[in-house]
């Protein structure tokens, strides 16, 4: 990046030159602000309106004393304890690269999802009813009211079904909840978005753990979900009922998301099912695209950043290569390859600009020297010596401007993907953290360097010159991003070192072709 910002980039010259009218890039840039200015407007202004909550319902975390029994499928196994489902162990997915314990979610002490109902017309199951099994179902029965359970699962999603038979002479009404308590150490995710998350009135709001701590929100929707993200992991709920209303708060050391729907009424002699779903699992693409039939709006809690136009196709890419190769380190050299390719085009025109500036120079300091006291013959006649050579100091901006996005795109993918986190490569054990022994960091400002020294002409002899004091100034800039870069994922580091090493061999082959 730094290798465009040199004593022969031309920017002293060309500032100069444009001391009294503003330039194209200028206007470029105000344009940008402004949008940028706008989007951050919408999205405040155009998010889901949530008020200070109020009390919809008593919140008991006391300890159940109904009978526990296990479900499992291949992706999941839980406990289920009357009305609550807790201890959610992650079949795919191991702690860290040296263990051999699963993922566990919501199994900390007070833990759990509840799905109840309250009443005032009859008695319903509480946390402490004994349900029936029979035949994989549980049962209940009070005051001619007959309740019935069934929970099974589709890979992450847990259904929960009630059926509610009426069987006495009078209508009743019953209102269900599902509630959501969690507890969390998760607070350090870095630019990944977690804590709460609702989806209510066709848009996403994130309401982070630090905001829970201070106050309370709640929503009202009719086709909503709701639950807690954490930076890999998340568990959603949604109950298919109308009329709710969402609410997110923290009391003591606990966090509590729960929904509350309105009364429904069910006639004498007939049924109403209920029908709850839960999703405890990775926050991943594919994964939520296949719960998104059941809960509305979880594909949209994978939280791609700003350049998300970047970072899904750069995902979608890393684990594509990765079916190919069997590695995600030699994945992300393959894609950082491709990604080189495809700019290659402007990055020889950077390049070639970069040696005509060079080139350029002697002209350049004649006509500065000759017109000095001009300051209009200088403008005029630098920009005749620029439209000579067909070039202009800005061309070797353009790689820099399309990398920036690609970098903070990849940053944020390699911070969400969960393949990731435990993906190996040579001696790194997790490329989506940095490199233990800071290998990968040095070897990065070393080629960055390499680069920045073949490509930077001897300095010029004028001390006082501002382009001279800028050339002194970026040969800092190698160390700099290396101390920079060894907190950050060693996935983006190797990126950037292929990049690097990529960088050379094309100024190698364009300086023997140009000579």
């Known amino acids: 990046m730094v290798q465009y910002m040199d004593n022969q980039s031309g920017f002293n010259q060309w500032n100069r030159m444009n001391a009294k009218k503003p330039s194209k890039i200028s206007g470029f840039w105000w344009w940008m602000l402004l949008f940028l200015f706008a989007w951050w407007i919408m999205g405040t202004w155009f998010k889901p309106q949530n008020t200070e909550i ?38 795919k997915h191991k ?25 005032s017309d009859i008695s319903v199951p509480n946390i402490n009813t ?7 179902e549980l049962h209940w029965n009070a005051s001619n009211v007959h309740f019935t359970r069934n929970i099974t699962t589709d890979g992450y999603v847990i259904k929960i079904s009630d ?49 829970l701590d201070k106050k309370s929100v709640a929503y009202s929707s ?36 729960q929904t509350n729907a309105g009364a429904v009424k069910i006639a004498p002699k007939s049924e109403s099912e209920i029908n709850t779903y839960v999703f405890t699992g990775p926050r991943q693409s594919d994964v939520l695209k296949a719960a998104e039939k059941n809960i509305p709006g979880i594909t949209k809690t994978m939280d791609y950043g700003w350049f998300w136009f ?14 190919l190769v069997g590695n995600y380190g030699i994945a992300i050299i393959l894609m950082t390859l491709i990604l080189r390719i495809l700019i290659w085009p402007l990055t020889r025109k950077s390049y070639v600009s970069t040696m005509l500036m060079q080139k350029m120079q002697p002209e350049l300091q004649r006509v500065q020297k000759l017109y000095a006291n001009d300051k209009a013959r200088l403008q005029m006649e630098m920009m005749k010596v620029y439209q000579t050579h067909k070039t202009s100091p800005m061309s070797g901006c353009l790689p820099m401007l399309i990398q920036i996005p690609i970098f903070f795109a990849l940053y944020k993918a390699l911070l969400i993907s969960v393949p990731m986190r435990s993906a190996h490569f040579l001696w790194i054990s997790d490329l989506a953290v940095m490199d233990p022994y800071f290998i990968l960091p040095i070897i990065m400002g070393a080629t960055m360097w390499l680069q920045q020294y073949l490509q930077t002409p001897p300095q010029t002899s004028n001390t006082n010159d501002i382009a001279a004091s800028t050339q002194r100034v970026m040969k800092w800039m190698p160390a700099l991003f290396t101390v920079l870069f060894a907190w950050m994922p060693a996935g983006l580091v190797l ?21």
């Open 130 to 136: 004994h349900w029936e099994k029979k035949n994989d």
């Open 222 to 257: 009719v086709n909503a979900s709701f639950g807690f993200a954490e930076q890999y992991w998340e568990t959603i709920a949604s109950m298919d009922v109308k009329d709710q209303t969402i609410s997110l708060k923290k009391s003591g050391d606990l966090y509590f998301a």
């Open 95 to 119: 702690k860290d690269s040296k263990s051999d314990e699963h993922v566990a979610l919501l199994n900390a002490a007070n833990n759990f999802v509840e799905i109840g109902y309250v009443s």
């Open 310 to 323: 970047f970072a899904q196709p750069m995902l979608w890419m890393i684990n594509w290569l990765y079916v």
């Open 495 to 515: 990126y950037w070192t292929v990049s690097n090493v990529f960088g050379i061999l094309q100024m190698y082959i364009i300086k023997k072709t140009m000579k």
């Open 54 to 91: 109020k009390e919809v319902a008593p919140i008991t975390i006391e300890q159940s004393s109904a009978e526990k029994q296990n479900i499992s499928n291949e992706d999941i196994s839980f406990d289920v304890q009357g009305l609550r489902i807790s201890n959610v162990a992650l079949n």
């Open 163 to 211: 059926t509610i038979k009426n069987s006495s002479n009078k209508e009743i009404s019953v209102a269900p909840y599902a509630q959501i308590t969690q507890s969390t150490n998760d607070k350090t995710a870095s630019v990944v978005e977690t804590g709460g998350v609702v989806y209510a009135n066709s848009d996403l709001d994130y309401v982070g753990w630090n905001k």
